[in-house]
């Protein structure tokens, strides 16, 4: 009987063995895995400090990008503004200039008239003396007296 015994203890320590060496193995994969999982959450925390510091850059992008683009419309306005007063200074002096170029059509087409044949024979009345327009012409009797020779 003392050979099964021994050989069952034999088998008891050969399983114990094997269990120790299975729970040798476990502890360094528990081990491998802690350190693993401390490695990630290391990755991870600068991760997430690296995209939180992106989203900072970004809000200081975009509101860069606002300010550009609030300045830009402004400068947009009023360089519209300046063309448009300009324009309508331009228009104002084309008016001026084209109402005294009708006035001076106007008066030469008149002394065009009146110097010419048609105009000077409607006006020369109008500036020869007319006595008998301003004076009472002199009375002629209706007989002539007779004349002593």
């Keep these: 009987m003392l050979p099964r015994i021994s ?5 008891l320590l050969e399983m114990s063995d094997i269990n120790s060496a ?7 994969v528990v081990d491998s895995l802690q350190e693993n999982s401390v490695k990630m959450g290391q990755l991870l925390a600068v991760h997430n400090e690296k995209l939180d510091n992106q989203d900072q850059v970004d809000r200081v992008l975009f509101e860069k990008i606002d300010r550009l683009h609030t300045d830009l419309n402004r400068e947009t ?3 519209k503004a300046g063309c448009e007063r300009d324009i309508r200074k331009v228009d ?5 200039m084209e109402k005294k170029m009708w006035s001076i059509f106007g008066a030469l087409s008149i002394i065009s008239f009146l110097v010419s044949p048609v105009g000077q024979r409607m006006i020369k009345p109008i500036f020869e003396p007319s006595q008998a327009m301003l004076t ?8 002539e007296s007779p004349q002593i020779m």
């Design 22 to 28: 299975i729970l040798e193995r476990l502890e360094k």
């Design 136 to 143: 009472d012409p002199p009375l002629r009797p209706m007989m």
């Design 77 to 79: 306005n009023l360089i």
């Design 7 to 11: 050989q069952h203890w034999i088998l």
């Design 92 to 96: 104002d002096r084309l008016r001026v």
